[in-house]
């Protein structure tokens, strides 16, 4: 029989696909779906655990399939923190895989941060995030908003608007598209002066990471968002990540070609095995610095208001989105 500790992070896994979907899902499907993620199990594993699942109140549904219960939710929140460690940059490289966004036809999915405002902030939200928009801090000016009921990495709660703003993996899956892989190092607190990235002033390992580091700097109000829009000088949210140095023309052509699609979140590019903004890079690599996508949302809660966000939520189709002047 599987040990206790096996069984727990079987279940985790299980109860992470739940909870990245909207629908019920059924065994097969959710085997699928682990696999995505490297995790093997077969159907009648799945029932198995699915059954205990159940028994614990987890998760509930019948023949059309399992849902995850608030309190299967809390149990993921809970999660052993062995597991949970190294979660972060697992699903950054999940998520740029699920990335099919194509230059050449300007269609497919990129990847959104999902933020959750009650419905009577909503107004106030947007005129605090349009002027980060308006100066470029952003990953993209397009938008998806989704209303009560309607569907954005999973079904909004009552009462509630849904705003998506693009994720930097984006970035990552559009790259390795195109046979560029990318290393996901650091989530950081970026420090900008004259209206250009200066210095990292925080850095968190990706893979050393339970949580995304970006989420917790906004939410723990460490981020001058407003004031580096306003400015030029502030602290922001940005990601280190690096290319093998032989690609760098090709990256940067790919680079300059996503600013057509309103996709322009790259702040600094660096020389081959050279540190950039004093971050050292490994031999034969090149530093990258992303802005994170939900920088906007820092305004919201400098300026107090209530929002909850999910980093890296799904994917997308990008014809799903449009320039948030436009709302």
Known sequence: MPDDVDVQRKMVAILRV???????????????????????????????????????????????GRMITEKGRAELEDALVSDKVGFVVAKIDQLAYRTT???????????????LVPNEHFERALRLMLPVFEAGSCMSDLVAVAREGEEVGGVVPAGITAIATVCSVTLNGVLLRNRIPVESRFGGLLEIRNGKPLRFVE???????SLDPLEIFITGKLTQVRDASATGRGKVGASFRDIPSIALGRALELIE?????HLNGVMAVGDPSQPLLEVPVPLDRVGLVVIG?????????????????????????????RPVWML
């Open 101 to 115: 966004f194509d230059l050449e036809t300007g269609a497919g999915d990129v990847i959104v941060n999902v933020s």
């Open 18 to 64: 739940l909870g990245e979907s909207s629908e019920p899902l059924g065994a097969q499907r959710i085997g699928t779906r682990l696999e995505e993620q490297g995790v093997y199990l077969s159907e009648r594993a799945v029932r198995y655990h699915l059954k205990i699942m159940d028994e614990r109140g987890l998760t509930e549904g019948g023949q059309a």
């Open 293 to 321: 996508g939900l920088t906007p949302t820092g305004a919201l809660v400098e300026g107090g208001v209530p929002v909850l966000n999910r980093a890296m939520a799904t994917a997308v189709e990008f014809k799903q989105l």
């Open 257 to 261: 070609r996503m600013k057509g699609y």
């Open 203 to 209: 850095l968190v390992s990706y893979a050393g990471s």
